[in-house]
């Protein structure tokens, strides 16, 4: 027999969609990895406490509460998982790290650059008394995405000149789609542009090693009033019925901007919940002096390679079925060619951050890494407004 | 409070490949779906001791056990979960079913026709009784899967004409490739035939509804002999050193065979572990009078399908991303796009058993659905050997 | 000045479907490549005398004909150019061979094995008087299709173990779609057998190399009776108003067949016209010990590599886009990326055959060739009468 | 016997890679489509005496000239077709029209707005004459984007929000690749921007029905010098050795723009020459409130349809084969499933072309169409250079 490992408790904030994937990956990777550290459901938390209660028999976590400062002033958590809407994130995330709790935190790290450089403080604060701070970015670990990384840093691209990435969905294309709290700019802090551009931000420098320094933006929000549903609607998708007012739609429903990246690289970025027929399409390509990469997230087991060293007669964009377990992560799992899924990028995920926190190294992306996002974000929104170029503050 | 849910204690035979998905559909289904009975993962079950409790620990079963005769004798197990090598499915699966365990086992059903009657016989009497049996064809359970034979149901296809179907691995097409179970018959029954030749005839016959009546068909062993591994090797898939001496392959690499179906359509199977570069492509087409359907689980979230009532102008395959709600098994996953893995079939596989088992009702498929399977699987084994065609046994 | 190139003066029987292809080819062949003869288009040939000479007005013909015996006859004609229907492809060849002419004859070769035996006979008779003789299997000459023969024969697929091949159409899947002489065996030989699964006889034992030594095979006639088109129907595909009246249909809609090649390499083949939504797709797949190849003409300007050198990390099927500088025949047109068309592949087989005639080689594929693809599809057709594998006579 | 055709009599001026597609068109137009006029392939001129008489033998003009002005003035040609670098292009049109000769003229209309400003009016000038005048957009002419810009006129995609365009090549990716006319500003106006980003913002609005009215743009020259080849290289793309030299690159390697169109809808657009491994790849894709284009003429024959009005669950992006009879186009040339290449275009270009002269109709695209293709050219130009958003001049 050998002793037991040592756990990590978690308490995790939030649990609609985000706190459903990150429950399934807190459950899961302990049977697929050798985690140096076993990680304990301890408690999930929400503001409706039956609401809560009924998250915790589903989901699988020990207790439930309606109180996060609470759940945050446990003795019995070592790690405080925010899966709340993005309003919300900067409170709880920096009185869980002043708590001496490690923190996980759903992407956008905040609604606003202020907010994002608080957590950034308190996370340095925390680092300093060995309390680790991390930003749930999950699409760098879909294998395809981690192998482009890996493919990049081996200089098989060699120096990069086009990146283009869009992300593309269709949810609300059209107006009869009701309003949720997403469209809520007081909650959700922007639309596509930090839902989901915020990922092709962070993919796409995480890909390339580059930064974003300067952006051309346009934001756009094609219907402006949408159907207010019936009863309460924050932190879910829609549902239920319309009361059959209207109300104003605050957010943007496309973001499109021109960047600049370190390196003198170009890019051309795309997020939009207007592609009418791409339900979840991240699709992400970068040209470089050597090679190319490609991906796209509705055919996620996938990495298209092209050498520009092969021959003429031979080259051509390989389509790499992400599944041998030569791999990133696939090793774990099944036999060869048996693909992935969206939420195993949550699963790996957790395994990083635990690796980390058993070796008390800094997980990334930390939270400086998400307020660089978030800067990005700020100046796509300026630029937007005056309608020029704005530099990425650093 | 809400009473709890009646149980369902699982037994499971076997943890290596099958065993771990088994087990995984076994943790997640009860967390994304409402189920009438509540599983529990009671015991887990191999040959060796402490490997069966390093199994139970790593997969999350109660307890273990070396001995799966005194797991069929549990009065605390409901279910008996097969998920050994076929040479020892009908011992197993007969023992549990005469115990009065309702019994899931992999497949193939067995590795003769002799044995898979002898299971049918013994499902046939447990009926009965209330209890009740199932094979596990899980790619069954693939939404896009589902969607194709709900769409053939509708009579969207119309008259069936042609059904082609591939399952293409590559896995030994290295002659260096090490011996395993896999490829001794007295384990394994067959090769690429039975292991994934019988996948491709229980989902073409799945989705069609039509049943192979006959066929010509052709078995081959490219390499004849190859290393054997060093030390024990039952239940792995190589793995180790080499002992340095060579041993004889005894099933067929390639399986390739025409059929005949009911209504009069024609088939084509190839099932083959020598397709370079296929990692574990299942590929199914069916023509039919009024529209075709194509799938490949190499991208298994997505059906094609082409509708000939369409205007020719507009008329093409589509690519149906199968990953909305309004998609079986989908909605009680992840939103819009999210796709699934290879191992949310078994978790489907769970929850449809479940259902069954609580509504009293006969699971499909059935042991005659795999019964039937078998008796495709041998009369390719005899039209191979007598070089003409076979009909079907029925 | 340099003195004018010798002439190439051509005769050509047929100006349906595919001598429309073959006037396109002689127009543009010179245009583009650098021909040691310059065809000259002499005599177009029909049954109709009017019907040629709008033939020859329209197609760019000196003169037209309804008499082919005497095209065969002229002085001025170097060259017959056989694109009637297959059953007088062996008097109308032959007579030109005896005549002195170099032919062209379009596949399959003859109606059936006797035929194309005589005409055999014939060309190496013509041989031996420095005339020459070639069968049409202009597939050969798509790039991608070259390209994979090249690969091949540099050894890049290794052993090959798999191949399979498909040509699907679906024409007539509509049972509706009137007769037309293509489905009258007196006039077509066969049906989908001849008339396009010649084709991948051909191709796949082009690229690998091998030869189809044994077949076992099954036809399937699916729609038995058909409106016949009222008027005159020869030489067209439907078209017209019906008669009302119904004719039985003789010739096969689909035709399936197992192979065995030389070097012990198993094929699947598949030839039909009732494959609903595809409309010409010929795909084949070629599985070595080294690497694989994948070709569908649907989007004929790629060929798919697998190359099993590369490390499992970055290997990958690669799409080669076969419209390079460096690729077969594609030089002669546009700069890179720019890709050809269906009748780019009569062109590339006028260049072969000029070349081949000037330099007083034997054009491929040869006639011999074409009684070999025969007796391929008469094994098959014996097969299926037989219910057995057949061997293919040599 | 009917009365011979009308003809129409052509010269054309330049005959490199431009003149050589062009010569193919007027060869094989009138052989697959009943033309009204008759194109008779007057005379070819160059500059150079030799290589335009070399021209006239290989492409097949009765004539060669090395003296435009001679062409233009000559009573026995009816139609200008000026082929020539964009330098060059609004003197010899202007003069063209100014001596009564129909005039198309290859894309970009001219180098300047100013140049394309005074080949407008003159164009005016000879319209009132009954002369036209037209500029040579060919990819219009794609079956699969004539089908597109149909489908959106019959409303299939509603109101159109997303255009995204993308124009990739990779020939000068290579730091090495040789100077050519086209990288020198002062013979190619601009480099990837006129070249190819001419061509998308055409084909956009072309489907799309919508204008382009402002731009955010950025230019890039990634390599800024090359080396210069030994010898005459006007009007060749590169080809021969280098001289030792390196020379100054004068034109954009890139250029990236977002663009607000007429109705409101956002644009997105990016033409480059050193996407490594995309050789010549135009993907447009719109996106509207009732459904969805896509296109990449790496795979010039499909159109990609949603049609959002299909139920959840058969909707899908449909692979359009665009090779069908009912096609734009089409029915002309194959039967269904026959693709087309790259030269087609061109062809159709002057079926087009023929049939409106013949109906005293202006052809379009117009030089009207060309200018303002030239202004958004411009506008990105000057966005380009003030970093901010520019309007389109009208």
């Not at 406490?49 to 699988?60: D, H, V």
């Not at 680092?127 to 995405?145: K, S």
């Not at 009869?176 to 709290?181: D, G, K, N, Y």
């Amino acid at each position: 027999m050998t002793d037991p490992k040592p756990t990590l408790a978690v308490g995790m904030v939030g649990h609609a969609f985000m706190g459903n994937a990150h429950s399934q990956a807190w459950r899961v990777a302990p049977r697929f990895f050798d985690l140096p550290l076993d990680p304990v459901m301890r408690v999930v938390c929400g503001r409706d406490a039956g609401r809560a209660a009924e998250a915790a028999s589903r989901l699988g976590w020990e207790e439930s509460s309606d109180d996060w400062r609470a759940v945050v002033a446990r003795d019995d958590v070592d790690l405080v998982d925010v899966c709340t809407p993005g309003d919300s994130h900067a409170e709880i995330a920096i009185a869980a790290l002043e708590a001496g709790k490690h923190v996980l935190c759903e992407k956008p790290l905040a609604n606003t650059v202020e907010e994002a450089e608080r957590m950034v403080a308190a996370a340095e604060r925390a680092a300093a008394r060995g309390v680790q701070a991390m930003v749930g970015f999950t699409y760098r670990r879909v294998p395809a995405v981690a192998l482009a990384r890996q493919l990049v840093a081996e200089g098989r691209i060699g120096e990069i000149r086009h990146v283009r990435a869009q992300y593309l969905q269709d949810w609300i294309a059209d107006a009869e789609a009701p309003l949720s709290w997403r469209l809520d700019k007081s909650k959700a802090g922007s639309g596509s542009l930090g839902d989901i551009g915020a990922h092709i931000i962070d993919l796409t420098q995480f890909i390339t090693g580059l930064r974003i320094t300067e952006v051309s933006g346009q934001l756009e929000t094609f219907v402006k009033e949408r159907p207010v549903p019936a009863g309460e609607t924050a932190g879910t998708l829609g549902g239920g019925g319309s009361s059959g007012e209207l109300g104003p739609v605050t957010v943007d429903d496309a973001a499109v901007f021109l960047a600049r990246l370190t390196s003198g690289a170009i890019g051309v970025y795309e997020a939009t919940r207007f592609a009418t027929g791409r339900k979840n399409a991240i699709r992400i390509e970068v040209n470089g002096s050597a090679g190319s990469l490609a991906f796209d997230f509705e055919d996620m087991n996938v990495l298209e390679f092209y050498d520009a060293t092969e021959p003429a007669e031979t080259a051509g964009f390989r389509r790499i079925l992400v599944t041998e377990p030569e791999h990133p992560y696939v090793a774990a799992w099944w036999p060869a060619g048996h693909g992935l899924g969206y939420e195993h990028g949550f699963t790996h995920q957790v395994v990083d951050l635990v690796h980390a926190l058993a070796a008390g190294e800094a997980p990334r992306p930390s939270f400086a890494d998400g307020l660089q996002v978030q800067r990005v974000l700020a100046a796509v929104e300026t630029s937007s407004d005056t309608r020029s170029w704005q530099e990425v503050a650093s």
